[in-house]
């Protein structure tokens, strides 16, 4: 089934990235930034990588449009950027792919007061949005690969565990494997292991270390 999905800060590299294989696999794509005309430059420029079109608009807009709207901004603006969009969320699902990096010591964990970002966002905005933290452990660089097979199984995280469905096949979509990981509390382990690879890839000079989930799944029931 096609999605209509607002990426916020979508003109970055895992913003990109994700629209890219998103707009590959027939989703109606739409990027945002801060700044409009900046977002409509970038979506033309990527529609003309993956050859279907990308939409872009100014967050608020881009937030308003998309029926699934994804959260891919730094950690620094992360508060301003959701006050901006949260009018335009209620009812739907919110991805969050942020990270509480915190410079210069972005390989060492620092998770934020009350446990995690997401945490914080779903609480923030109550039950009328469903909030689902994923894709914080993909290297940024190999999703605007369209070439690189992505070698880093997802932490799907959130509340709803429709909802988290619904980006498990999201991420199969964007040819990624992802797992439910429990509710939105356990973010914080995703948002954490974010700065552990960070190490490792400095330590072992890896291009984009991830992380893989052994064993072999049985079906999860999200009724």
Not at 16 to 23: I, V
Not at 54 to 82: C, F, K, Q, R, W
Not at 87 to 94: A, F, N, T, V
Request: hydrophobic share 45%.
């Amino acid at each position: 089934m096609s999605e209509k999905i607002a990426i916020i800060g979508g003109t970055g590299a895992l913003g990109s990235g994700l629209a890219l294989r998103w707009a590959q696999a027939g989703h109606k794509v739409i990027i945002g930034s801060r700044d409009g005309g900046r977002a409509v430059g970038a979506a033309r420029e990527l529609s003309a990588l993956v050859k279907e079109e990308i939409t872009g608009m100014e967050n608020s807009d881009a937030a308003a449009s998309g029926d699934i709207v994804v959260m891919t901004v730094p950690y620094a603006s992360h508060p301003a950027t959701l006050a901006a969009i949260r009018p335009h969320l209620d009812g739907k699902i919110l991805i969050d792919v942020t990270v509480p990096l915190m410079p210069p010591k972005v390989r060492t964990v620092q998770l934020p007061e009350g446990g995690s970002v997401a945490k914080a966002v779903q609480e923030t905005l109550g039950s009328e949005v469903r909030v689902v933290s994923a894709f914080q452990n993909v290297a940024a660089a190999h999703l605007v690969d369209l070439d690189h097979a992505i070698d880093c199984d997802v932490l799907v995280c959130g509340n709803d565990p429709k909802a988290r469905g619904k980006v498990i096949e999201l991420a199969k979509d964007a040819s990624m494997k992802a797992w439910h990981a429990g509710r939105i509390d356990n973010s914080a382990v995703a948002e954490a292991l974010t700065s552990v690879l960070i190490f490792i890839n400095g330590s072992y000079k890896i291009d984009g270390a991830g992380i893989r989930i052994s064993g072999t799944p049985a079906p999860v029931d999200t009724d």
